[in-house]
C-alpha cells in the first residue's frame, strides 16, 4: 500500500472523510466532506506528519530551507510534519507561523519560531484549500518579513474544484504566484482507490456514491 493509500484509509478512519450529503460555505451541495478539525489525538498528529512529510520528499528532496504553517490550522501541520522530516528523512528544517495580530511587546512582530531570512526557500504547509485566502495572506506577509523564495504548497486533499475562474483553486495560485502545489492525494485518487474497496467491511464509495462524485466533479470541477 503507498502513502496515499494509506492517507485515504486514515483520513476515513479518524473521521475526516466522510460520506453523504453536505454543503460547502460556498453552497454547494456535495457528496463527500473532508473535515480536518476532527484530528484530535497525539497519534493522528504523528501519523499526518508522516503523510505531509513523505508527500515533501517525493516531490521535493531538497531545496526547501524552512516551513511556515498559517495560522490556525497550519500551525500543528507544519510542526508535525517539521518533526516528521526529521524522525523519518534526518532533515532538521526550522520552521514559523504567524499570530492573526502583530504582537508590540517581548519579541514582537508576527512570525512565531523560526525567523525568515532574505533569500530562504519557503514551503507552506496547509489542510485544505478552498478559496486559497489563507494562502494569499501568507505570501502578501511574507512582503514584509523578507525576500523570500515561495517554493511551494503542500496540501492534505485536492477537491479539484474550480476557484474564481474555471481552473482550481490550486491551479490559480500556481498561475498566480508562479508556486508549485502538491496535494497528498486528489479526490480522483480517493474515487479510484475507495470505488468497492472495504474500509473495516463497509463499502463507502459503491456505483451510486461514485456517480453522484462524478456529478459533482462535472458541475463544480476545474476544467
Do not use: W
Not at 492517507?7 to 460556498?26: E, N, Q, W, Y
Request: charge should be neutral; include cysteine.
Amino acid at each position: 500500500m503507498t502513502y496515499k493509500e494509506e492517507f485515504i484509509t486514515f483520513m476515513v478512519r479518524s473521521g475526516v472523510l466522510t460520506f453523504g450529503d453536505f454543503t460547502t460555505k460556498s453552497g454547494r451541495k456535495t457528496p463527500y466532506f473532508v473535515n480536518t478539525g476532527n484530528y484530535k489525538t497525539g497519534a493522528q498528529a504523528a501519523r499526518l506528519g508522516d503523510y505531509y512529510a513523505a508527500c515533501v520528499q517525493e516531490n521535493l528532496p531538497d531545496g526547501i530551507t524552512a516551513l511556515f504553517g498559517p495560522a490556525y490550522k497550519g500551525i500543528p501541520l507544519a510542526v508535525t510534519t517539521a518533526a516528521s522530516l526529521y524522525r523519518n528523512y534526518d532533515r532538521d528544517l526550522p520552521y514559523c507561523f504567524n499570530r492573526k495580530e502583530a504582537k508590540d511587546h517581548g519579541e514582537g512582530g508576527s512570525m512565531v519560531g523560526y525567523k525568515p531570512q532574505d533569500g530562504d526557500k519557503i514551503a507552506i504547509i496547509e489542510d485544505v484549500v478552498t478559496a486559497g485566502t489563507a494562502v494569499r495572506e501568507s505570501i502578501a506577509l511574507f512582503e514584509h518579513v523578507a525576500k523570500v523564495d515561495i517554493r511551494a504548497l503542500f496540501v492534505s486533499v485536492d477537491r479539484m474544484e474550480r476557484g474564481t475562474r474555471d481552473c482550481s483553486t490550486l491551479d490559480e495560485l500556481r498561475q498566480d504566484y508562479g508556486i508549485q502545489v502538491f496535494p497528498i492525494v486528489t479526490v480522483r485518487e480517493i474515487i479510484d482507490y475507495l470505488y468497492q474497496r472495504p474500509v473495516d467491511g463497509k463499502v463507502l464509495i459503491d456505483g451510486e456514491m461514485k456517480g453522484r462524485m462524478e456529478a459533482y466533479l462535472a458541475t463544480y470541477g476545474a476544467r
